[in-house]
């Protein structure tokens, strides 16, 4: 595996895991929110929501768990080298 030198500020950095982690929140809501629209214009109680939010949470959670694995990679990383 070919290591890549990350040579930006920390708060380069903070800002970057931030916004993947803002991206993960929306990825949870949004499809929750558009099976909720789906059953309004359907009629139906609550099925495209259920499925929306079942969606969106697996979604989400393999992102955390890609996530966590890089920032476990760098963290890994930075260790070995001292």
């Not at 930006?8 to 916004?19: E, G, H, I, N, W």
Request: glycine letters at 8%; aromatic letters at 8%; proline letters at 2%.
């Amino acid at each position: 595996m070919v290591k890549t030198v990350d040579d930006r500020s920390p708060t380069a950095k903070s800002l970057s895991k931030v916004s993947e982690i803002f991206a993960i929140c929306l990825m949870m809501i949004v499809p929750g929110l558009i099976g909720y629209w789906i059953d309004q214009k359907v009629g139906s109680r609550f099925v495209f929501t259920l499925l929306g939010l079942i969606f969106g949470m697996s979604g989400a959670v393999m992102q955390l768990v890609r996530l966590v694995s890089t920032i476990d990679e760098s963290t890994n990383d930075t260790s070995d080298s001292d």
